[in-house]
């Protein structure tokens, strides 16, 4: 079954009929032609997002307190193995974004979600009936880093198939706007657990928290999965477009002369290319490595000014560490808040322009905001500075969604999108490797502000290799918007 389109009558979603059908809230303004299917995946895109995120910070946060009961007396041990938490999910996540981002373009965005939400849930689990260090040893922290990395894996895939679903569903006026809202979740998230962390600290206290209380919050994180998993069973549907590039490509597997989704005639008996080869180095492949320079400036702009902002605040700057959690708290809020602005405001400058103008400010005054919230002595100042820095660089994020989704058509879109959005963090993410390497030539500071420099300067780069997607370029159809980038590539 079909869904409709938007702005004609609601076809029924599958596995919905008249008499189960649930009852949702009013639409938000400019979607009320949507059907319900299509509004719930809105919804379900940016709660989702805001989950997945937790699922994200989670462990970080809320296992630094807990960190001797699980890894063990030693200081030393704790300290790196913080970092090995880090690391494992995030490459955990490029294995999910290829694996799952293939799963979502072949049985659908909405199947490939609840699988992935699924499995989310239960490594939160996992987590939270850890046995102690005092029970397994060095066997509880091989444990949790093998949940991180299969947990990484796992949120990949919902990203990769729940925002370009919500995407797909959103009409062009409003698609800015939407992945404005669906990416500014995650400095919510991380306000969230920065402020949960700290209020059941103060609530029970840091000895209950490290015995038990860190449990509570992984097992909330998994109770929230599970409400998003019975929330797309029972109410998101796949969009029209994706039916529609699902039937071209099976119509052009048997009809000669087809026309393949992106509207290219297809050799009879020849399904249009698509996956991985297509990507890497195919028809898509300078559409990729497009995104995948312009991700992995945004990647280094945020290891550098909210993790490396954060370890060096508590232990660099004249503030008391308890105050280092609002701080970043703080500058959360504002980062989430300018980054829906940012979401939206792309739709009416072009995507294009407003990536190369925040890269270009980015590279020129995020390195002096770095240091400014480093050196400052006063909480106030340290929160002014950090919320600043956070705005100018790392809010860029805003249209990022929509504008991943618009570079790749339906067949290879959730794969694009999950291999452009994971596969860039990697050299980021190894910052704890080659940031030693240059801080004698450069000083602690200094080589900071050059990775804060360099991530700017490769956002402005990689928009400009990429078409400029003004407003009038922003159709409805997510398949016309990426079939028009392709012939006039950066000229367009």
């Known amino acids: 079954m079909t869904a409709a389109a938007p702005g004609h009558t609601p076809a029924q979603a599958p596995g919905l009929t008249p008499r189960n059908a649930p009852t949702l809230p009013a639409a938000p303004a400019g979607v009320a032609a949507m059907p319900p299917e299509g509004r719930a995946a809105l919804r379900a895109g940016v709660v989702g997002n805001w989950i997945d995120n937790i699922h994200v910070f989670l462990p970080v946060t809320a296992l630094a307190p807990a960190m001797l009961v699980l890894a063990g007396p030693s200081a030393t041990a704790t300290s790196s193995i913080g970092a090995l938490i880090i690391v494992a999910m995030l490459f955990g996540r490029p294995v999910g974004g290829i694996v799952f981002g293939r799963i979502s373009d072949r049985l659908g965005r909405t199947r490939t979600t609840r699988i992935a939400i699924a499995g989310t849930a239960v490594c939160a689990l996992a987590i939270a009936a850890m046995p102690t260090h005092e029970l397994l040893g060095a066997g509880t922290v091989a444990l949790i880093l093998a949940l991180r990395f299969l947990g990484g894996i796992f949120v990949a895939g919902e990203y990769s198939a729940a925002i370009p679903l919500a995407m797909e569903w959103s009409t062009g006026k409003r698609r800015g706007l939407m992945s404005g809202l669906i990416l500014s979740m995650a400095p919510w998230a991380q306000a969230t657990i920065a402020f949960s962390v700290a209020g059941l600290l103060a609530l029970i206290g840091p000895e209950h928290y490290a015995a038990?209380?860190?449990?509570?919050?992984?097992?909330?994180?998994?109770?929230?999965?599970?409400?998003?998993?019975?929330?797309?069973?029972?109410?998101?549907?796949?969009?029209?477009?994706?039916?529609?590039?699902?039937?071209?490509?099976?119509?052009?597997?048997?009809?000669?002369?087809?026309?393949?989704?992106?509207?290219?005639?297809?050799?009879?008996?020849?399904?249009?290319?698509?996956?991985?080869?297509?990507?890497?180095?195919?028809?898509?492949a300078k559409a990729f490595w497009q995104v995948f320079l312009l991700m992995t400036g945004l990647w280094l702009l945020t290891y550098s000014t909210v993790l490396l902002l954060t370890e060096r605040l508590t232990t660099d700057s004249a503030l008391d560490p308890a105050a280092v959690p609002v701080v970043i708290g703080l500058a959360s809020v504002a980062q989430a808040v300018v980054m829906a602005v940012a979401g939206h405001l792309s739709t009416f400058t072009g995507r294009r322009r407003l990536f190369i103008l925040w890269g270009l400010v980015a590279a020129l005054a995020g390195p002096v905001v770095w240091w400014l919230a480093v050196t400052t002595s006063t909480f106030l100042l340290a929160a002014v500075f950090a919320a600043v820095l956070q705005v100018i660089t790392v809010s860029a994020y805003g249209p990022v969604s929509a504008?991943?989704?618009?570079?790749?058509?339906?067949?290879?879109?959730?794969?694009?999108?999950?291999?452009?959005?994971?596969?860039?963090?990697?050299?980021?993410?190894?910052?704890?490797?080659?940031?030693?390497?240059?801080?004698?030539?450069?000083?602690?500071?200094?080589?900071?502000?050059?990775?804060?420099?360099?991530?700017?300067?490769?956002?402005?780069?990689?928009?400009?290799?990429?078409?400029?997607?003004?407003?009038?370029?922003?159709?409805?159809?997510?398949?016309?918007?990426?079939a028009g980038t392709v012939p006039t590539g950066v000229s367009r």
């Open 403 to 482: 504008y991943l989704s618009e570079r790749f058509p339906t067949r290879i879109r959730s794969t694009g999108y999950g291999m452009g959005y994971s596969l860039s963090l990697v050299v980021p993410a190894l910052y704890p490797f080659y940031l030693p390497l240059i801080e004698p030539l450069l000083g602690r500071h200094g080589s900071v502000m050059v990775l804060v420099g360099l991530g700017g300067l490769l956002l402005a780069l990689g928009a400009a290799l990429g078409p400029r997607l003004a407003p009038k370029d922003l159709v409805d159809d997510l398949d016309a918007v990426a």
């Open 212 to 284: 038990w209380g860190w449990r509570l919050l992984f097992v909330l994180g998994a109770a929230l999965s599970l409400g998003m998993f019975v929330y797309y069973r029972r109410q998101v549907a796949d969009a029209p477009v994706f039916h529609r590039s699902r039937d071209a490509a099976a119509n052009s597997s048997a009809a000669p002369n087809a026309t393949s989704t992106s509207g290219e005639p297809a050799a009879a008996g020849e399904r249009p290319a698509s996956g991985l080869g297509s990507l890497l180095a195919g028809r898509w």
